[in-house]
């Protein structure tokens, strides 16, 4: 942590699932903006890349993936590629019943 912070008792020290590896994935965005909190933290290796969003909280965004421009769960999952390609083509596999059942999960986050 960094020297300085202190988290207070009533928001430290609990359990969250956030649903999200928060890695920086080079998602295609080609906007050369490095990613930092702080500009002293700017690092031009993240130029490119992207803070996957967690899924927690999903059922509150009306628009999702880096920008903006799927409105379903269907949508967003379709887009994945790269690294996240089998769990896409796994998606794709599900029977309707499956898909209702994902959904069902991703708004209960
Ligand atoms: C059952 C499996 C998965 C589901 C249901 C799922 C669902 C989603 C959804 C709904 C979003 C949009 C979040 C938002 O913008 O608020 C998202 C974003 C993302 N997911 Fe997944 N995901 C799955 C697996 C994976 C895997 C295996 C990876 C990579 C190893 C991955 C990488 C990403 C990345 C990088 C983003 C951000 C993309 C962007 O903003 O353009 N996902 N995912």
Redesign the pocket.
């Given at each position: 942590m960094a020297e300085g912070i202190e988290v207070p008792d009533f928001i430290g020290g609990k359990t969250i699932h956030p649903y999200s590896d928060f890695l920086l994935?080079d998602?295609g965005t080609g906007d050369n903006i490095p990613q930092a909190a702080k500009p002293e933290y700017l690092d031009p290796s993240t130029a490119n890349k992207?803070r996957?969003?967690p899924?927690w909280g999903?059922r509150f965004?009306s628009w999702?993936?880096?920008d903006g421009k799927?409105v379903t769960?269907h949508q967003?999952?379709e887009r994945?590629a790269g690294?996240?390609v089998k769990?896409r083509d796994r998606?794709e596999h599900l029977t309707p019943v499956q898909k209702g059942q994902?959904q069902a999960f991703?708004n209960s986050l």
């Amino acid at each position: 942590m960094a020297e300085g912070i202190e988290v207070p008792d009533f928001i430290g020290g609990k359990t969250i699932h956030p649903y999200s590896d928060f890695l920086l994935d080079d998602i295609g965005t080609g906007d050369n903006i490095p990613q930092a909190a702080k500009p002293e933290y700017l690092d031009p290796s993240t130029a490119n890349k992207f803070r996957t969003a967690p899924l927690w909280g999903l059922r509150f965004r009306s628009w999702m993936m880096h920008d903006g421009k799927s409105v379903t769960y269907h949508q967003a999952i379709e887009r994945h590629a790269g690294e996240a390609v089998k769990a896409r083509d796994r998606y794709e596999h599900l029977t309707p019943v499956q898909k209702g059942q994902l959904q069902a999960f991703l708004n209960s986050l």
